[in-house]
């Protein structure tokens, strides 16, 4: 296959239709809900999955290939990250590929967690560069997609309150106090359809109870300060720095103090309204002018026979979940059928494509950074 984009025949329109994604099922540190569970409608195989990653080229683990995502295409499967390898251009843009090489450049993650996660930060690109050898570091932002009607007053965990310093928090690490730990971070109760974004740095964690969408740069790099887990079992002390070591741990901890409200208007991000007519909507949940990462819209078609084209701008490709309803998605070399989780990748090489519904359909497409 000639890497140049220029095949010729059958074999180049692949290219230009949508391609089904394979569901990601990942188990991580803590146990998974039953949220993620509904969503999908897979069947309770006894240990629930606490993640689903969507259009990942990343690995959850040093060896294998677990965390990476597969292509359903004509009956085989295929992983995304070797296809882009073969034929970056096609499927990134020439643009993308020239800025960010055969990465993607963003990841998409489902979380559901039946405990809250442990408390942590994210790098920024020179302390992931510096410490492990990344190009990218890690600013995530989440969008709230349903809680869990068990749990009282869903919430997540961010910023530290002020008195909190480097010399006090390594001592709170050190001791494992999770309890103070915990409480050096501000609460915040959360709503279904909230978009938080948690810059790289951020103390943060996200309680138990809800269906979160992430959004994030391309690592899996978390520094934590908690090892014991709610449920008091104890992980490795490697599981708090990955070897790194407590100080370049620290390092990672942004310990500037903002007050509550700062911190509040800092991370809950105001959806901004593009289209509104009683049959379709669509919203900016994350634009360039929250971050440059990467981008999240909401669209929601209601009404027989609705249809909606649209054009790629600045070509690259997007990333599409569909979060209710039912319908399908059309390009000239292909559809497929949509419903309730299906997870697709529109490649550059499709330049118009075009949402259709006899019933209702909601859906977010997820953009890589912005060049």
Same mark, same amino acid.
């Given at each position: 296959?000639?890497?140049?984009?220029?095949?010729?025949?059958?074999?180049?329109?692949?290219?230009?239709?949508?391609?089904?994604?394979?569901?990601?099922?990942?188990?991580?540190?803590?146990?998974?809900?039953?949220?993620?569970?509904?969503?999908?409608?897979?069947?309770?195989?006894?240990?629930?999955?606490?993640?689903?990653?969507?259009?990942?080229?990343?690995?959850?683990?040093?060896? #294998?290939?677990?965390? =990476?995502?597969?292509?359903? &295409?004509?009956?085989?499967?295929?992983?995304?990250?070797? @296809? *882009? %390898?073969? +034929?970056?251009?096609?499927?990134?843009?020439?643009?993308?590929?020239?800025?960010?090489?055969?990465?993607?450049?963003?990841?998409?993650?489902?979380?559901?967690?039946?405990?809250?996660?442990?408390?942590?930060?994210?790098?920024?690109?020179?302390?992931?560069?510096?410490?492990?050898?990344?190009?990218?570091?890690?600013?995530?932002?989440?969008?709230?997609?349903?809680?869990?009607?068990?749990?009282?007053?869903?919430?997540?965990?961010?910023?530290?309150?002020?008195?909190?310093?480097?010399?006090?928090?390594?001592?709170?690490?050190?001791?494992?106090?999770?309890?103070?730990?915990?409480?050096?971070?501000?609460?915040?109760?959360?709503?279904? #359809?909230?978009?938080? =974004?948690?810059?790289?740095? &951020?103390?943060?964690?996200?309680?138990?109870?809800?269906? @979160? *969408? %992430?959004? +994030?740069?391309?690592?899996?790099?978390?520094?934590?300060?908690?090892?014991?887990?709610?449920?008091?079992?104890?992980?490795?002390?490697?599981?708090?720095?990955?070897?790194?070591?407590?100080?370049?741990?620290?390092?990672c901890f942004d310990f500037t103090i903002r007050s509550e409200e700062e911190t509040r208007k800092r991370i809950f991000i105001s959806p901004r309204i593009l289209r509104e007519d009683?049959?379709?909507?669509?919203?900016?949940?994350?634009?360039?002018?929250?971050?440059?990462?990467?981008?999240?819209?909401?669209?929601?078609?209601?009404?027989?026979?609705?249809?909606?084209?649209y054009e790629k701008e600045n070509g690259a490709f997007t990333i599409v979940l569909v979060t209710d309803g039912c319908g399908r998605i059309v390009t000239d070399a292909g559809e497929?059928?949509?419903?309730?989780?299906? %997870?697709?990748?529109?490649?550059?090489?499709?330049?118009?494509?075009?949402?259709?519904?006899?019933?209702?359909?909601?859906?977010?497409?997820?953009?890589?950074?912005?060049?």
């Amino acid at each position: 296959m000639r890497r140049d984009g220029k095949e010729n025949g059958l074999e180049a329109k692949i290219y230009e239709k949508p391609w089904r994604l394979k569901t990601n099922k990942i188990q991580y540190l803590i146990k998974g809900g039953e949220l993620l569970k509904r969503f999908f409608g897979y069947e309770d195989e006894g240990n629930l999955c606490s993640q689903v990653w969507i259009a990942s080229t990343v690995t959850s683990s040093v060896n #294998g290939n677990e965390g =990476l995502s597969q292509v359903e &295409l004509d009956g085989d499967c295929r992983y995304l990250k070797d @296809m *882009i %390898e073969e +034929q970056p251009v096609q499927i990134l843009g020439e643009n993308h590929v020239e800025r960010f090489g055969s990465s993607a450049g963003v990841l998409i993650k489902m979380l559901n967690s039946c405990d809250r996660l442990l408390v942590q930060a994210h790098p920024d690109q020179e302390k992931a560069k510096r410490y492990f050898h990344s190009d990218y570091g890690k600013t995530e932002s989440w969008y709230v997609l349903d809680l869990d009607e068990n749990v009282e007053s869903p919430c997540i965990y961010a910023g530290f309150k002020p008195g909190v310093d480097r010399e006090s928090f390594r001592r709170l690490i050190e001791i494992q106090d999770t309890e103070k730990i915990l409480d050096c971070l501000y609460r915040f109760e959360i709503q279904k #359809g909230q978009v938080i =974004l948690i810059p790289a740095g &951020l103390p943060h964690t996200l309680g138990a109870g809800s269906l @979160m *969408i %992430e959004i +994030q740069e391309p690592v899996d790099i978390t520094l934590r300060a908690e090892r014991i887990r709610p449920d008091g079992s104890e992980l490795p002390e490697e599981s708090l720095h990955s070897g790194i070591g407590l100080e370049a741990l620290l390092d990672c901890f942004d310990f500037t103090i903002r007050s509550e409200e700062e911190t509040r208007k800092r991370i809950f991000i105001s959806p901004r309204i593009l289209r509104e007519d009683g049959k379709i909507s669509e919203e900016v949940l994350i634009g360039p002018d929250t971050t440059t990462c990467f981008g999240m819209n909401r669209i929601r078609m209601n009404g027989m026979g609705e249809t909606r084209t649209y054009e790629k701008e600045n070509g690259a490709f997007t990333i599409v979940l569909v979060t209710d309803g039912c319908g399908r998605i059309v390009t000239d070399a292909g559809e497929e059928a949509l419903l309730k989780g299906t %997870e697709i990748w529109i490649p550059n090489g499709v330049k118009t494509y075009r949402y259709e519904t006899e019933n209702s359909l909601e859906i977010v497409e997820c953009y890589p950074p912005q060049i």
